[in-house]
């Protein structure tokens, strides 16, 4: 078993509240961020809105990684643990994931910071793709922080100032 702490960070123009609300508006992610090889939408989410406690399943076609919201402070933090078994071919593997949040101002803009925590379980003779996995979640995280990016900072600059989404 291994671990590992990615962080991913993106300056966005936007207030944290927008950004907030985009991450938090889980059943909707589709306006922002499209499928990908990891992600292919969120459902299952209960209680809606999200808050602290909602449980949440995501999927992809690595399969499913049932999860739950672990912190919620609007505008500045939420936290999000699930779980993932990996099974690919001969791949297979448990994936333990948790991402936090924080949303810090920065003038007009917005620090977005991405912080990972990745546990990865896989047998003692699979340990040499386990930096291939790694890998793919560096690529997937470096895709949604882009995508959320672009979809913020497309939007007209006056909905900021209704902190709507």
Do not use: C
Not at 55 to 80: M, N, W
Not at 111 to 119: E, F, P, Q, S, Y
Not at 121 to 131: D, F, H, N, Q
């Amino acid at each position: 078993m291994s671990t590992t702490h990615p962080t991913f960070t993106e300056l966005i123009e936007g207030s944290p509240q927008t950004i907030f609300d985009l991450i938090a508006d889980m059943p909707h992610y589709g306006r922002w961020l499209p499928g990908s090889d990891a992600f292919g939408g969120t459902s299952e989410i209960e209680p809606y809105p999200v808050r602290l406690g909602t449980t949440y399943l995501d999927s992809g076609p690595l399969g499913q990684r049932p999860g739950s919201v672990t912190e919620y402070d609007p505008p500045k933090h939420i936290a999000f643990h699930h779980t993932m078994l990996l099974k690919k071919g001969l791949l297979t593997g448990n994936v333990e994931v948790n991402v936090r949040y924080t949303f810090e101002p920065v003038e007009h803009a917005t620090n977005v910071i991405r912080a990972l925590d990745l546990t990865i379980e896989m047998p003692w003779y699979l340990k040499l793709v386990e930096p291939l996995v790694l890998r793919a979640f560096r690529k997937e995280n470096e895709r949604l922080m882009a995508e959320l990016k672009s979809y913020v900072e497309a939007q007209p600059k006056h909905r900021d100032l209704h902190a709507s989404s």
